[in-house]
């Protein structure tokens, strides 16, 4: 064995000195220090072992994923897969229908070697078959004769301003038959007043048919004393030119508003339906 040298102090050389048996009290002295060295690793080792327990305790105690859980996932996912795919099929049909309502047309070459747009034919027919202004036609049976009552009107283009009450007013031009009266021709205004009388000789339309000369049209108030409409004496000549006009001009008097002219336009003149 090899010789163990410890150095010590003057302080321990003499305590050690004063004890009856020096090595023995060292002896104790270094075992004690083992003991509590071992006491310490204990405590350190259970400390370790405590803390590691906790872990895992906590670790189990840890809620894991249930298959309600998974399951609740796995439908809220088809869910959003649902709606996104329907989504994308109502786009689609809008885009069908966008390109339904504005068909393409065919290109083909003109003389200039340009490319020109063929538009769909049933395109073509019904647009021009809307835009085609003519006179509207309503018919009515009257009930006492077992007669048709018939109407035929065309509206002006234009419009005029007027002051409040009214604001803005349109002229329509009627051709009435019914067998108990024969036919009429009458002026109507959606809004204001038709003004005049023979009082003031001022009971006139000016009608121009065409490129003709201005037509004076002397007219009656209506019975009921309604002021929104004329009854046109000559009726019978204004019809007749009717019949060959497409362009029809009418200046009629109203109520603090002067005589405003008033245009209509069709593409073919007046044919009477019977």
Not at 65 to 78: G, H
Not at 139 to 161: P, R
Not at 242 to 252: N, Q, S, T, W
Request: proline residues 4%; contains cysteine; aromatic residues 10%.
């Amino acid at each position: 064995m090899s010789n163990f040298y410890v150095k010590i102090d003057e302080d321990l050389e003499s305590f050690l000195s004063a004890k009856g048996d020096a090595e023995r009290f060292v002896n104790d002295c270094i075992r004690r220090d083992k003991i509590e060295s071992e006491k310490q690793q204990q405590i350190e080792r259970e400390r370790i072992k405590k803390e590691l327990a906790d872990f895992k305790k906590n670790g189990e105690n840890h809620p894991t994923e249930s298959p309600e859980n998974k399951r609740s996932f796995k439908v809220i996912s088809l869910i959003c897969c649902l709606i996104f795919i329907a989504i994308i099929m109502v786009l689609l049909s809008l885009s069908h229908i966008e390109k339904e309502s504005h068909p393409s047309g065919t290109p083909i070459n003109v003389s200039d070697d340009s490319t020109a747009i063929v538009p769909n034919s049933s395109a073509v027919k019904s647009k021009s078959v809307s835009n085609i202004r003519s006179w509207n036609f309503k018919e009515e049976q009257d009930k006492m004769t077992s007669t048709k009552n018939i109407w035929a009107s065309i509206v002006s283009d234009n419009s005029v301003n007027l002051d409040a009450p009214y604001y803005s007013t349109e002229a329509k031009i009627t051709i009435r038959y019914m067998k108990k009266w024969g036919y009429d021709a009458i002026i109507y205004v959606s809004e204001g007043q038709v003004y005049g009388n023979e009082y003031s000789n001022q009971n006139y339309v000016m009608v121009r048919f065409d490129d003709e000369k201005p037509i004076r049209y002397w007219f009656d108030e209506p019975a009921d004393g309604s002021s929104t409409h004329v009854f046109i004496r000559k009726h019978n000549d204004f019809i007749s030119r009717c019949k060959k006009a497409k362009r029809i001009k009418v200046e009629i008097p109203l109520y603090e508003a002067g005589r405003p002219i008033f245009e209509f336009s069709v593409d073919k003149p007046l044919v009477w339906k019977k």
